[in-house]
């Protein structure tokens, strides 16, 4: 009984229980991608426009990829502080937004009010993220990579985890999807408390043997959630073609509650192993030590030198010189990555090509309903826009890293293949091909996914680790910019111009109190022509960013850790391995 208790307090306490509540965290954590579901309703209960509702997804997506704020407070407080503080936010600004949309309120709020509340809502994915992914890295830093692409796999599978909850509880809701953005309110905010006091920083030793281990875990849980992407596929395949009643769509989430619970079977692996070491076995475990970096000694200065440079220089050369980047690969200040020609065409790539899909997948409710869907094929956009969007974080982690080692394939090269990839599913959604959608939905999940490790690697690659964590949240305001440029001004203004012609202008919905609806080809077909030329357009910049790095990727980029891992270590992290 003492050692089953002991065992039960280790496993609690472990690296692995941690990990795996940040993988339930992540499967909870992407309730932004399930927009298409409910924002019918929205518009319908509100009295919006395509404009105004596509300004309400505009600021869903500023709220998701916003998260600058958040590494700031995690860097003063615990995790369990930031993932409270996300918590707080998803259940706050989801209710006030269900309840906006139920009447529950006594006015009906305006629009900059509802922005807000999905804004708030949304963000709390930014202090998911933050408190559960970082702290997952610092525990696991020589699997961040292998780590990284789990976490966000899990949270592209979580669009296609909600589509099931919601089959379940409501049965498809006979068209009514309001009681879903109550479920996004409090669910993904319950997952967080109940694994508060579970993601902690973790210190642990490493020993070669213990480094193949805990490749193989992960292996496991990559196996388990590809297990899980395949039954969401044929489950979606099944709930298409046939007709399920609501206790048979309770079985299927019941599989997918048992599927998420199967991980938890490799941590009582993984700690039984450790809980059975010998003392001697954990003797010869390394140690974690600080490491205090030697000063090297001040050259002495020559007579020349006396007289700093700066002395001298007038404020323009001191400008030119702080601006003046180190080679690619070195730790770039904020200021130089920020003003240099590489970052600039990556999050010109990123605005136009990233913002492109993401207009799609916002707009997936609409247009299935203007090309004649029904609300469960709708639905089942969503999730297999979830499930490729997991397959292409996974696959182009993964593909990326191999191409670049053995053949030293620009990761901006990838990103330009992918982003043409796109081009056929939004030509399909311009052309409402019968049936197309489906397919569209394939293409552009997994392309919207595939973009993302790519992108995020070659902030990394190109600018250094030294201030990674501010420019990646620099590259991800780049996709609420090109939501609001595509989605809002464009997408949005062509709809309810067609709209309006449809329906005889804005006097009958002003007469009627109704939103405009677009029924027809003629929607999104120009908006979605646009989509495709700016989509070539992003890669062809992402191409000659390839070609302008070629050299850099052409040589080993890794070189300077492999020749002094122990010393980047000890200057890094001030932590390093005997």
């Given at each position: 009984?003492?050692?089953?208790?002991?065992?039960?307090?280790?496993?609690?306490?472990?690296?692995?229980?941690?990990?795996?509540?940040?993988?339930?965290?992540?499967?909870?954590?992407?309730?932004?991608?399930?927009?298409?579901?409910?924002?019918?309703?929205?518009?319908?209960?509100?009295?919006?426009?395509?404009?105004?509702?596509?300004?309400?997804?505009?600021?869903?997506?500023?709220?998701?990829?916003?998260?600058?704020?958040?590494?700031?407070?995690?860097?003063?407080?615990?995790?369990?502080?930031?993932?409270?503080?996300?918590?707080?936010?998803?259940?706050?600004?989801?209710?006030?937004?269900?309840?906006?949309?139920?009447?529950?309120?006594?006015?009906?709020?305006?629009?900059?009010?509802?922005?807000?509340?999905?804004?708030?809502?949304?963000?709390?994915?930014?202090?998911?993220?933050?408190?559960?992914?970082?702290?997952?890295?610092?525990?696991?830093?020589?699997?961040?990579?292998?780590?990284?692409?789990?976490?966000?796999?899990?949270?592209?599978?979580?669009?296609?985890?909600?589509?099931q909850l919601y089959l379940a509880f409501y049965g498809g809701g006979g068209g009514d999807t309001r009681p879903l953005i109550l479920l996004v309110g409090w669910l993904p905010a319950a997952v967080s408390v109940a694994f508060l006091g579970t993601i902690q920083i973790i210190r642990a030793p490493r020993s070669p043997a213990a480094a193949r281990r805990e490749y193989r875990a992960f292996c496991g849980f990559l196996y388990v959630s590809l297990a899980l992407a395949a039954y969401l596929m044929v489950a979606i395949i099944l709930q298409k073609r046939l007709h399920f009643t609501r206790a048979e769509y309770g079985v299927s989430a019941g599989i997918v509650f048992a599927m998420l619970l199967l991980p938890f079977a490799i941590v009582l692996r993984e700690e039984a192993a450790l809980f059975k070491k010998t003392p001697e076995e954990n003797a010869d475990s390394p140690a974690l030590s600080v490491v205090t970096a030697p000063a090297k000694p001040a050259p002495e200065p020559s007579p020349a030198s006396q007289k700093p440079a700066t002395a001298t220089a007038t404020p323009m050369e001191r400008v030119l010189r702080a601006l003046r980047p180190p080679p690619r690969g070195e730790d770039y200040t904020i200021l130089q990555a920020l003003v240099s020609v590489d970052m600039l065409l990556l999050f010109t790539a990123t605005v136009f090509g990233v913002g492109g899909t993401l207009t799609a997948i916002d707009n997936m409710g609409q247009i299935g309903e203007s090309l004649g869907y029904p609300q469960?094929?709708?639905?089942?956009?969503?999730?297999?826009?979830?499930?490729?969007?997991?397959?292409?974080?996974?696959?182009?982690?993964?593909?990326?890293?191999?191409?670049?080692?053995?053949?030293?394939?620009p990761r901006p090269l990838l990103l330009a293949v992918v982003l043409l990839v796109t081009v056929p599913g939004h030509l399909l959604i311009a052309f409402g091909v019968p049936g197309s959608l489906y397919a569209a939905s394939v293409?552009?999940?997994?392309?919207?996914?595939?973009?993302?490790?790519?992108?995020?690697?070659?902030?990394?690659?190109?600018?250094?680790?030294?201030?990674?964590?501010?420019?990646?949240?620099?590259?991800?305001?780049?996709?609420?910019?090109?939501?609001?440029?595509?989605?809002?001004?464009?997408?949005?203004?062509?709809?309810?111009?067609?709209?309006?012609?449809?329906?005889?202008?804005?006097?009958?919905?002003?007469?009627?109190?109704?939103?405009?609806?677009?029924?027809?080809?003629?929607?999104?077909?120009?908006?979605?022509?646009?989509?495709?030329?700016?989509?070539?357009?992003?890669?062809?910049?992402?191409?000659?960013?390839?070609?302008?790095?070629?050299?850099?990727?052409?040589?080993?980029?890794?070189?300077?850790?492999?020749?002094?891992?122990?010393?980047?270590?000890?200057?890094?992290?001030?932590?390093?391995?005997?």
């Amino acid at each position: 009984m003492a050692a089953a208790a002991a065992f039960a307090a280790q496993v609690m306490r472990g690296r692995w229980f941690m990990a795996y509540g940040s993988f339930l965290i992540m499967s909870a954590a992407g309730a932004t991608y399930i927009f298409a579901i409910y924002s019918k309703d929205i518009k319908a209960t509100l009295g919006y426009t395509q404009e105004q509702l596509n300004t309400v997804g505009f600021f869903k997506d500023v709220g998701a990829n916003v998260g600058i704020h958040a590494g700031l407070v995690a860097e003063v407080t615990p995790p369990w502080l930031v993932l409270a503080i996300g918590a707080a936010m998803n259940l706050g600004g989801y209710l006030m937004l269900y309840l906006s949309v139920t009447g529950r309120v006594r006015a009906t709020p305006p629009l900059w009010l509802v922005c807000i509340y999905i804004a708030v809502g949304a963000n709390s994915q930014a202090f998911a993220n933050t408190g559960a992914l970082v702290t997952c890295v610092k525990n696991f830093p020589e699997s961040r990579g292998v780590m990284l692409g789990l976490l966000k796999g899990f949270v592209g599978l979580s669009g296609a985890i909600f589509t099931q909850l919601y089959l379940a509880f409501y049965g498809g809701g006979g068209g009514d999807t309001r009681p879903l953005i109550l479920l996004v309110g409090w669910l993904p905010a319950a997952v967080s408390v109940a694994f508060l006091g579970t993601i902690q920083i973790i210190r642990a030793p490493r020993s070669p043997a213990a480094a193949r281990r805990e490749y193989r875990a992960f292996c496991g849980f990559l196996y388990v959630s590809l297990a899980l992407a395949a039954y969401l596929m044929v489950a979606i395949i099944l709930q298409k073609r046939l007709h399920f009643t609501r206790a048979e769509y309770g079985v299927s989430a019941g599989i997918v509650f048992a599927m998420l619970l199967l991980p938890f079977a490799i941590v009582l692996r993984e700690e039984a192993a450790l809980f059975k070491k010998t003392p001697e076995e954990n003797a010869d475990s390394p140690a974690l030590s600080v490491v205090t970096a030697p000063a090297k000694p001040a050259p002495e200065p020559s007579p020349a030198s006396q007289k700093p440079a700066t002395a001298t220089a007038t404020p323009m050369e001191r400008v030119l010189r702080a601006l003046r980047p180190p080679p690619r690969g070195e730790d770039y200040t904020i200021l130089q990555a920020l003003v240099s020609v590489d970052m600039l065409l990556l999050f010109t790539a990123t605005v136009f090509g990233v913002g492109g899909t993401l207009t799609a997948i916002d707009n997936m409710g609409q247009i299935g309903e203007s090309l004649g869907y029904p609300q469960r094929s709708i639905a089942t956009f969503v999730s297999l826009i979830s499930i490729w969007n997991y397959l292409g974080r996974v696959s182009a982690g993964f593909a990326s890293e191999a191409l670049l080692a053995r053949h030293g394939i620009p990761r901006p090269l990838l990103l330009a293949v992918v982003l043409l990839v796109t081009v056929p599913g939004h030509l399909l959604i311009a052309f409402g091909v019968p049936g197309s959608l489906y397919a569209a939905s394939v293409l552009i999940g997994f392309c919207f996914g595939a973009a993302q490790p790519l992108i995020l690697a070659s902030v990394s690659e190109l600018f250094g680790l030294k201030y990674y964590s501010t420019l990646y949240n620099f590259c991800g305001t780049a996709s609420p910019v090109g939501s609001y440029i595509l989605n809002v001004r464009v997408a949005g203004r062509m709809y309810d111009r067609e709209a309006a012609r449809q329906g005889g202008g804005h006097a009958v919905a002003a007469v009627t109190g109704k939103a405009l609806t677009c029924i027809g080809v003629r929607c999104y077909r120009q908006s979605f022509l646009v989509m495709t030329a700016v989509t070539m357009a992003a890669a062809a910049v992402s191409a000659a960013l390839a070609w302008r790095t070629r050299v850099f990727y052409a040589g080993d980029i890794y070189a300077k850790f492999k020749a002094g891992e122990t010393q980047l270590g000890a200057d890094s992290n001030g932590v390093a391995k005997e």
